[in-house]
């Protein structure tokens, strides 16, 4: 699983975890409650836990909340 890159969608309720492969394809998808993790790296962690820590060497994380240079801070959930 060398190369894998996570991908997410995190929204207020639940955080969308997935792997995406070097030849495209989008494998161990997981639906995450925000409201059981403390922050966004502890369920980053806890995702890569479940699917056997894979080496992650990129990641693209979407989400739709305010932007200050490198602070992002979520208007529907306490993570930032």
């Not at 966004?40 to 994380?61: G, W």
């Amino acid at each position: 699983q060398a190369g894998m890159r996570l991908v997410a969608d995190i929204g207020g309720t639940n955080a969308r975890f997935a792997l995406l492969s070097d030849s495209g394809s989008i494998d161990h998808q997981m639906i995450l409650a925000c409201a059981v993790y403390p922050d966004i790296t502890t369920a980053i962690q806890h995702y890569l836990t479940q699917v056997a820590a894979p080496t992650i060497r990129q990641a693209a994380l979407a989400i739709a909340n305010p932007i200050a240079g490198d602070w992002v801070e979520m208007t529907n959930h306490q993570w930032a």
